[in-house]
């Protein structure tokens, strides 16, 4: 799905479906990101525990109210016993986490460290 500013693909992998980001998450594409995540949890829910991963490797920026909406759908789908990760946040977008507080609500995927 391309919209302004974003592209929204999935990906199946091993672990289950992916939602691939890539481009700039703002204003302009909350409306197709949430109806995105959601369908996905629709979809994909059970196979995956309820986990929504976002690969937001390719995001290049996020504004507050991409956030919110990344926020909205992790409460929705803690409600369900899910939950939403990002992998790949680049520094801007956990900067962004930490100065908006929604850090404890989004979950940021921890990967093992190699030796």
Known sequence: MRT?????????QAQG???????DLDVRSTSELRTAIYEHLRVHGSYTDGQVLLDISGVHS??????????AASRRARRHGGRVVLRGA??????????????????????????
């Open 62 to 71: 996020v504004d507050a109210t991409a956030l919110k909406v990344l926020a």
């Open 17 to 23: 479906a992916v939602l691939v980001l890539t481009g």
């Open 90 to 115: 680049c520094p801007a977008v956990r900067r962004m986490l930490h100065l908006t507080h929604l850090i404890r609500l989004i979950e940021l995927e921890r990967l093992p460290i190699s030796a």
């Open 4 to 12: 302004a500013g974003v592209t929204i693909t999935t990906d199946v």
